[in-house]
Each structure stands twice: as C-alpha cells, then as structure tokens.
C-alpha cells in the first residue's frame, strides 16, 4: 500500500525556516517523482517543488525560487522541502505527493498518491 507521511509543519516567524519532510512506503521510491503542495484556505492546491526520480532534477514556483530547496534520499525513503526566509504568504497545508515516472511536475493532476498534509503558520 502507497503510503506518504508529512511532518515538520509548524509555526515559525516571519524569516525563519522550517524543514518538512515526506516519508514514503509501500513503493520502490527509486522510479518515482515526487511533488511537494501547499493549499491554503480558500485557495487552490498549488505545486511549490518537485523532483524527478533517478537524476534528481528539481523545479520550484517562482514564488518560492532561492528560498525553497528540494532534495530526496531513496535509502531513508523520504524526501525533505527546506525552506528558508519564510513569509506570511507561505502559510498553508503542504502535501507530499508521487508520481511513477521520471520527470516531475508542478501540476497536481499528474500525481496519483497524496499524504494528509502538514500545517505550516507563519506569524509573528
């Protein structure tokens, strides 16, 4: 069973930094992208970084380019979203999700697995 647990959300402060990660089971992680999400409320599901499956190639959203970072170890089965320099508008429910291929995408409809979220505030 396709499995992806979210963890490390919380609340941090304007400019601080939080690392999320994705831990996955059920599935050979070596031949999967895998995507990282945010929602928050009222808004749609938008994709924020993803990575591809063997040579690690990785996009971000614009908006989060230079603070945002990617990256994946298929040993641990997890993939992990550092992120730095945070701002109020980066506030929402971040989802890890997988796909089977070889590139990724920031589009949610190309992903067949989700897991349930993590919340992350960011206030002062």
């Known amino acids: 069973q396709v499995q992806l647990v979210e963890s490390g959300g919380g609340l941090v402060q304007p400019g601080g930094s939080l690392r999320l990660s994705c831990a996955t089971s059920g599935f050979n992680l070596d031949y999967y992208a895998i995507g990282w999400f945010r929602q928050a409320p009222g808004k749609e599901r938008e994709g924020v970084s993803c990575i591809s499956n063997t040579d690690g190639l990785t996009y971000y959203a614009n908006s989060v380019k230079g603070r945002f970072t990617i990256s994946r170890d298929n040993a641990k089965n997890t993939v992990l979203l550092q992120m730095d320099s945070l701002k109020p508008e980066d506030a929402a429910t971040y989802y890890c999700?997988?796909?089977?291929?070889?590139?990724?995408?920031?589009?949610?409809?190309?992903?067949?697995?989700w897991g349930r979220g993590t919340q992350v505030t960011v206030s002062s």
């Open positions: 999700a997988a796909v089977n291929t070889f590139s990724c995408y920031l589009q949610r409809e190309e992903y067949d697995h």
